[in-house]
């Protein structure tokens, strides 16, 4: 298993789960990470929930129940048209490794956003719930990753091939993979990781917000065919070939090639709800708000006991990522938000490859959400498209970058940025 494979799954599959030190697990916590079909998962979830505004225990496990029904949802939804899943860290919301569907319904544009909005819908439940939690509640569940999981096929049950573990295994070998082949993940979740977990809502309602802020049907209806290719979407019957000579990756052949480029191409999107392209700032502002959270409870830890995140304290590798934490991290991943947090309030503004040297502008990114206009990805990355958002200020520097990255060392920026959150 790959770490950055496993990291980008971790993201969107992990589920939390809930007990206290001192007090039983909640009976519907259990049943709720053991279910073996939806309707069991559903009525424990539902159990949970009423009892949540009492019981921090309960909501606690709620707030992960609601996290992965909301995975849940986008994966069905996929797999109700016959979503082939790309293999491509570019398309982070569409990595999860939904099942072949032999016969796949048709796919409208409306329907796609629709899929989107739900998602979304139900990612923000469940910070809700999650943010319901107080900060001192002693929680501690031991849980193994191979019995919990989703119902990626649309038959109402949970099979080992759709637990969290073989999901995980999935994206990291390409495919699903029996229970027998994946390893053991027991970790032990405590109040840190419910933090963790509410960032990674936070993050995926900003990604969602962020496509649904725009209209993007040119880049549907001319290049989703990749992604759905037997959903009867407009081009299909031109575009498609046979069966027998599409690939399983985005990259596996000619006519994926093809449509990729013309997706990155249409991505024109005029502005269609502004104020969901405003959220997406503000979720990303709540994320990193978490992460310090997060980060608070971790370090005053005293356990050390199957940490999904250790602190500097807390020795031994995470058998998911094979990487343990040191102090420098720690201080270099605080720096980082700061950063992120100051780029995305305008305090300081994001350089262009282009401009920055030769006017001394930088981007501001705090105006870009909250002042949206059309979003042009290849006139973005070119320059014009920036514009409107170019001013002068405080410009950050390859070095602030650099330095950073220094203190992550061998492990890679990247890989402890999708693990820390």
Not at 107 to 125: G, M, N, P, W
Not at 193 to 219: C, I, V
Not at 372 to 380: A, G, R, T
Request: proline fraction near 6%; charge should be negative.
């Amino acid at each position: 298993m790959t770490r950055l494979a496993g990291l980008l799954t971790s993201a969107f599959i992990l589920l939390l789960p809930l007990s206290s030190a001192s007090a039983a697990m909640p009976e519907a916590a259990t049943a709720l990470f053991e279910a073996k079909t939806v309707a069991a998962r559903d009525t424990a979830l539902s159990t949970l929930e009423v009892a949540a505004p009492k019981d921090p225990a309960s909501a606690y496990a709620a707030g992960a129940g609601e996290f992965f029904t909301a995975l849940e949802i986008l994966a069905t939804g996929l797999h109700r048209h016959g979503f082939e899943s790309p293999q491509s860290f570019m398309l982070p919301l569409m990595r999860l490794p939904v099942p072949d569907n032999p016969n796949p319904e048709p796919l409208t544009y409306e329907q796609f956003r629709a899929i989107l909005v739900s998602f979304r819908d139900r990612l923000e439940k469940s910070a809700a719930t999650f943010a319901s939690v107080p900060a001192n509640a002693d929680i501690g569940m031991v849980i193994d990753l191979t019995h919990t999981g989703i119902d990626l096929n649309e038959d109402g049950t949970i099979a080992p091939d759709e637990s969290m573990a073989a999901i995980i295994a999935s994206l990291s070998r390409g495919g699903i993979t029996s229970d027998a082949a994946v390893p053991t993940l027991a970790f032990r979740f405590d109040r840190a990781d419910g933090y963790w977990l509410q960032g990674y809502a936070e993050f995926l309602m900003a990604q969602a917000d962020f496509w649904l802020a725009h209209d993007f049907r040119s880049t549907f209806d001319g290049s989703f065919h990749m992604l759905f290719p037997r959903a009867k979407l407009p081009l299909q019957d031109i575009l498609v070939p046979p069966a027998g000579d599409m690939g399983s990756s985005i990259f596996s052949s000619e006519w994926r090639i093809a449509d990729f480029i013309s997706m990155v191409h249409l991505v024109n999107w005029p502005v269609a709800e502004p104020e969901r392209r405003q959220a997406a700032r503000r979720h990303l502002l709540e994320m990193i708000r978490l992460s310090r959270e997060d980060w608070k409870a971790i370090r005053a830890e005293t356990d050390n006991d199957r940490e999904w995140l250790p602190g500097p304290q807390q020795k031994g590798e995470n058998p998911l990522t094979g990487l343990e934490v040191g102090e420098e991290q720690v201080q270099a991943w605080l720096a980082t938000l700061t950063m992120a947090e100051d780029l995305l309030e305008g305090r300081k503004l994001l350089p262009h490859f282009r401009v920055t040297a030769s006017t001394g502008l930088g981007i501001n990114m705090k105006r870009f959400f909250d002042d949206p206009k059309n979003f042009d990805l290849v006139l973005s990355i070119t320059g014009p498209a920036i514009a409107p958002y170019l001013e002068s200020g405080t410009i950050l520097t390859s070095d602030d970058f650099d330095q950073i990255q220094r203190q992550f060392g061998g492990g890679g920026f990247l890989t402890f940025a999708l693990w820390f959150n």
